[in-house]
């Protein structure tokens, strides 16, 4: 069965540290991948996917960046962290087939970041 | 750009109540998904409709696609504490990506 693996849990890092996130996918492969911040209780936004390898497409300009070294791993960083950075991140792979729209996300559990 | 909007943004009930949680856009969606994510955790898919007008039943959950695709409704009969969580719609951006956008979600409460 597959599973998806985020961490860490909860990170509590100072203004201009840098920032790295870690999330697997384990049975499967070449799976779509996404990175979404979610606000406190609320929807989430999309911020990164990829479809591939190195492969990354940011949907928002931001302070951060992806990175996909490996098919089943999906790295989210920051150089330099910002207080509008904290959030709860998220890690989403597709399965299914998108056509005809039999598809769903399954997330990992989150990071929550707070940036102090 | 296509937006998901949830009302009602919060709802506390009583065990044993009824309630219905709404998504609305105007935009036509080719299919909308619900999730339910608990606190501290990543959403959880509940189901996907997909034809205007479809109704789905998960249990005491119901859940209706819009006939013109708009708008969907999740109602839960008898609502449990189990059901505490926030609701959330979600809908592919355009209509040949998988990329889902979320509506703004619905905090519900169940007190026993």
């Known amino acids: 069965s597959q599973t998806i693996h985020q961490w860490p849990a909860t990170l509590v890092q100072p203004v201009g540290s840098p920032l790295s996130l870690e999330c697997t996918v384990e049975g499967t492969s070449n799976p779509n991948l996404y990175w979404y911040r979610q606000a406190a209780g609320r929807g989430l936004q999309l911020l990164f996917y990829?479809?591939?390898?190195?492969?990354i497409s940011s949907e928002v300009p931001q302070n951060l960046s992806a990175s996909r070294p490996q098919d089943r791993q999906f790295i989210l960083s920051s150089k330099k962290l910002l207080l509008s950075d904290s959030g709860f991140y998220l890690c989403?792979?597709?399965?299914?087939?998108?056509?005809?729209?039999?598809?769903?996300?399954?997330f990992g559990s989150g990071t929550r970041l707070t940036v102090v | 750009t296509q937006l998901l909007e949830q009302s009602p943004q919060f709802l506390s009930i009583q065990e044993g109540e009824n309630l219905t949680v709404y998504c609305n856009s105007s935009s036509v969606f080719s299919s909308l998904q619900w999730y339910r994510q608990e606190p501290g955790e990543g959403p959880v898919l509940l189901v996907t409709?997909?034809?205007?007008?479809e109704v789905k039943k998960l249990k005491r959950l119901t859940f209706q696609f819009g006939d013109a695709r708009k708008d969907s409704s999740l109602h839960i009969t008898a609502a449990q504490p189990g059901d505490t969580g926030l609701y959330l719609c979600?809908?592919?951006?355009?209509?040949?990506?998988?990329?889902?956008?979320f509506g703004t979600g619905t905090r519900l409460q169940v007190f026993p």
């Open positions: 989403a792979w597709r399965w299914g087939d998108r056509q005809p729209f039999r598809y769903g996300y399954t």
């Open positions: 979600a809908g592919p951006r355009s209509y040949n990506t998988d990329k889902l956008i």
């Open positions: 990829s479809v591939g390898i190195g492969q």
């Open positions: 409709v997909v034809t205007g007008g």
